[in-house]
């Protein structure tokens, strides 16, 4: 597949709308690497972790899993859970995908998050033709995919010498980061109820043991929104055949 002359301009317009997500993401990275840095995994398995696994609520979890001396079966299915949601996204995304190669759906699915997924699903609304638009999607995800290398590196490399660097209140700037990307998006009664309910679930759970109240969390937002999709859906058909 020739991209053509304005596959550049894709690339660097999807990298631009991402930066402030980006610059919101870095703290947490950095916080992701001090911690690793002081728990069970060496350095380079902390980086490595980020460079495969990509994730950071579940390098989170699987990192106090670990630390826990939680079987591998609880730390696969307890991330598993909870990256769950990125099903979502790509059902989302799925249409404006669908036709590319096997290799670009791999490699955007690997780089597919939160940020990119708020940033891209946006794009595609705003423009819902247009070609090379998945060279956007591709600068979305390489500016958060290199930004959290980053931030997982100097976490590693200088969180031992700031003592206590998760208690610095860097994370507020990941809470900042997920209210930009929920809130858009809580348009409609099902993407409102599914919120609701994820909340609620999560406060419940907030000290039940494996981090298992995330885990419900999850599942039940999923569940409301898809429930709550299926009744509006019935709704209008009735409606529509009457």
């Given at each position: 597949m020739n991209p053509g002359p304005r596959w550049g301009i894709r690339f660097i317009g999807g990298a631009r709308d991402t930066i402030p997500l980006a610059l919101g993401a870095l703290p947490f990275g950095i916080i992701f690497g001090a911690v690793a840095a002081a728990g069970p995994l060496s350095l380079w398995q902390a980086q490595l972790m980020s460079l495969l696994v990509f994730a950071g609520s579940s390098q989170f979890i699987a990192l106090g899993l670990i630390a826990g001396h939680a079987g591998m079966v609880v730390i696969w299915l307890t991330t598993g859970i909870v990256n769950m949601r990125h099903l979502l996204y790509?059902?989302?995304?799925?249409?404006?995908?669908?036709?590319?190669?096997a290799r670009w759906r791999w490699a955007l699915g690997f780089l597919l998050t939160d940020e990119t997924f708020a940033v891209v699903a946006g794009h595609f609304r705003r423009q819902p033709e247009g070609v090379h638009r998945h060279w956007y999607f591709l600068g979305s995800a390489v500016t958060l995919y290199v930004t959290w290398q980053l931030g997982t590196l100097a976490g590693l490399?200088?969180?031992?010498?700031?003592?206590?660097?998760?208690?610095?209140?860097?994370?507020?700037?990941?809470?900042a980061t997920f209210i930009a990307i929920v809130v858009p998006q809580l348009v409609?009664?099902?993407?409102?109820?599914?919120?609701?309910?994820?909340?609620?679930?999560?406060?419940?759970?907030?000290?039940?043991?494996?981090?298992?109240?995330?885990?419900?969390?999850?599942?039940?937002g999923v569940v409301t929104g898809m429930v709550v999709s299926m009744v509006r859906g019935r709704g209008r058909m009735m409606v529509h055949h009457e």
């Open positions: 790509g059902a989302v995304l799925l249409p404006d995908v669908a036709r590319l190669p490399c200088f969180g031992q010498a700031i003592p206590q660097l998760q208690a610095c209140g860097l994370d507020f700037a990941m809470i409609g009664l099902a993407p409102v109820a599914a919120a609701l309910v994820a909340g609620g679930v999560a406060l419940i759970g907030a000290d039940w043991p494996y981090r298992s109240g995330l885990m419900a969390a999850v599942v039940g």
